[in-house]
């Protein structure tokens, strides 16, 4: 029986940086616990930080606010960061004035955010490992026992074939 971990997300859309400046902050907090990622990303440099800091603080939120509408017991201290993803969002198509009284036309790039922490799966916790029983184990051997003597014959028997032809050329040669 396998138990389905829940995923609490949040969204910030429409957000004016590009997609690979907001990528770069995203990378650092990918897989951490949440705990460390708002470390991360109150101390990050990036101007795109604090609205990343924001939406894992929500995506906090909203996780807490759905287990106890659910009465699901959700470990706060073992959510991790599952996803975070930053998307294209519309560009917006600007024009700066170049010489001689053209134009030049240059893109503003918008981003769409996806973060979703998820409950990490504690070691003790309900997966379990399926192991061979020992009366399976020898069989196997012993097959791969007999397996290896046919091998060493039929090299043995290839080997053999061209000793002969060399014998065979030597008697012929005299």
Do not use: W
């Given at each position: 029986m396998?138990?389905?971990?829940?995923?609490?997300?949040?969204?910030a859309?429409?957000?004016?940086?590009?997609?690979?400046?907001?990528?770069?902050?995203?990378?650092?907090?990918?897989?951490?616990?949440?705990?460390?990622a708002?470390?991360?990303?109150a101390?990050?440099k990036?101007?795109?930080?604090?609205?990343?800091?924001?939406?894992?603080?929500?995506a906090?939120?909203?996780?807490?606010?759905?287990?106890?509408?659910?009465?699901?017991?959700?470990?706060?201290?073992?959510?991790?960061?599952?996803?975070?993803?930053?998307?294209?969002?519309?560009?917006?198509?600007r024009?700066?004035?170049?010489?001689?009284?053209?134009?030049?036309?240059y893109?503003?790039?918008?981003?769409?955010?996806?973060?979703?922490?998820?409950?990490?799966?504690?070691?003790?916790?309900?997966?379990?490992?399926?192991?061979?029983?020992?009366?399976?184990q020898?069989?196997?051997?012993?097959?791969?026992?007999?397996?290896?003597?046919?091998?060493?014959?039929?090299?043995?028997?290839?080997?053999?074939?061209?000793?002969?032809?060399?014998?065979?050329?030597?008697?012929?040669?005299?």
């Amino acid at each position: 029986m396998a138990v389905a971990t829940r995923e609490y997300r949040a969204e910030a859309r429409f957000q004016r940086v590009s997609p690979q400046k907001a990528r770069l902050v995203l990378e650092l907090i990918k897989g951490r616990r949440v705990q460390e990622a708002l470390d991360t990303t109150a101390f990050a440099k990036k101007r795109i930080a604090p609205v990343v800091h924001k939406l894992l603080t929500s995506a906090l939120d909203n996780a807490k606010y759905v287990a106890g509408e659910e009465g699901i017991d959700l470990d706060v201290d073992n959510l991790y960061v599952k996803q975070a993803i930053a998307n294209d969002g519309p560009r917006m198509k600007r024009i700066r004035p170049a010489p001689m009284g053209r134009a030049y036309r240059y893109q503003r790039r918008l981003t769409h955010i996806v973060l979703s922490v998820a409950e990490r799966e504690t070691a003790n916790g309900l997966v379990t490992k399926v192991e061979e029983p020992e009366a399976e184990q020898p069989k196997k051997a012993a097959g791969k026992a007999k397996a290896a003597p046919k091998t060493a014959k039929a090299k043995s028997a290839k080997a053999s074939k061209p000793a002969a032809k060399a014998a065979g050329k030597k008697k012929s040669g005299k």
